[in-house]
C-alpha cells in the first residue's frame, strides 16, 4: 500500500502546473490548460484571439521543458508563433469578407432579378 501511494504522489507531484506552463508557452494567451498534444505527449493548451496554441511539455529531472509548439495544430517553430498567429488571423479575415461579399453580391443579383421581373411585367401588361 505504501508503494501504491508513493508511486501516486510520484506521478501527482510529475504534472506540469498552469504556472509551468505560462513559463515555458512561446506566447500568452487566454486561460492555459494542461492537455494532450498532437503528438500525443504531455503539454500546454491556450487561446490567442481565437488562435489555439500548444506546447509539448518534456521532463528535465526537476523541471520541465518547451518542445514542440503547434499552432491551429500546425507545428510551428517556437520563434515564429506571433507571425503564424498573425497570418492564421488574417486569412480569417480574408474569408469573412469574401463571405460578405459574396453575400452582398448574391442579394444584389436577386434585387436586380426582381426587378427585372417586375419591368417585364409592367410591359406586358401594357
Partial sequence: MKTFVLLAFTLVACAPTEQDCRALMPIAGDAVTISTTPSGMTGCTTNVDGVTVTTELHRDVLHWRAGQTWVDE?????????AAIAAIKARREVGARIAAGTSAADALVKKGKENARQLWDRLRKR
Fill in 74 to 82: 500546425r507545428a510551428t517553430p517556437a520563434g515564429e508563433v506571433h
